[in-house]
C-alpha cells in the first residue's frame, strides 16, 4: 500500500518533469529540459554532445510513456505518474534508472566530466536547479552525491541516486 504521504511526494516530483506547467508530462518537457541544459553549459545542440543530450531525452521521454501514459495520448497527467508510473517504477527501481541513464549520461557529459566520468558537485547542482529543484536543496542533494568528498558525482552515483529519489517512499 502505497501511503498518502508518499503520493504527495512524488506529485511533487511531476512537477520536475512538467517542465512547461501545463500540468502533463510530454515529449516537449523533456526536450526542453535538454536545451536548458545545453544552454547552461554552453554546448551546441548540434554537437556530438547536444545530439546524445537530446538522444537521451528521447529515450528517458519513450521509457517513461511507456510505463505510464495509460490512454496512449503521448502525455502522463499527474494521475497516470502517481498511480501508474510510481508502482511500476517502486516495484522495480532499476528500471527507472536505465531509462534515465541515457539522459542522465549526456547530461554529465555535457556537464563537463573531464573524460573521467565524473563532474563537480557544484555542476550537479546546476543541472538539478534547471529540472526544477530549489537551489539550497539541488546543492545540499548534489553534496550528498559526494560519497568520497572529492568534490565529484559520477554516473555511478547518480544514477542509482535519482531512481531512489523517484522509487524509494522513505
Do not use: C
Amino acid at each position: 500500500m502505497v501511503s498518502s504521504e508518499y503520493e504527495g511526494r512524488i506529485a511533487a516530483r511531476f512537477a520536475g518533469f512538467d517542465q512547461d506547467g501545463n500540468g502533463y508530462i510530454d515529449r516537449q518537457d523533456f526536450s526542453g529540459a535538454a536545451k536548458a541544459l545545453l544552454a547552461e553549459f554552453g554546448t551546441p545542440a548540434r554537437s556530438d554532445k547536444g545530439q546524445a543530450l537530446y538522444a537521451g531525452a528521447e529515450a528517458f521521454w519513450q521509457g517513461m510513456a511507456g510505463i505510464a501514459d495509460r490512454d496512449g495520448d503521448q502525455r502522463i497527467s499527474r494521475e497516470e505518474f502517481v498511480t501508474g508510473a510510481v508502482k511500476r517504477l517502486r516495484d522495480n527501481p532499476d528500471r527507472f534508472a536505465e531509462i534515465a541513464r541515457p539522459f542522465l549520461h549526456a547530461a554529465l557529459d555535457v556537464a563537463g566530466t573531464d573524460g573521467d566520468g565524473a563532474v563537480a558537485v557544484t555542476d550537479i547542482a546546476r543541472v538539478l536547479a534547471l529540472l526544477g529543484v530549489t537551489e539550497t536543496v539541488a546543492r545540499a542533494a548534489a553534496a550528498a552525491l559526494d560519497g568520497d568528498g572529492d568534490g565529484r558525482v559520477g554516473e555511478a552515483e547518480l544514477v542509482p541516486a535519482f531512481a531512489r529519489y523517484f522509487t524509494v517512499p522513505e
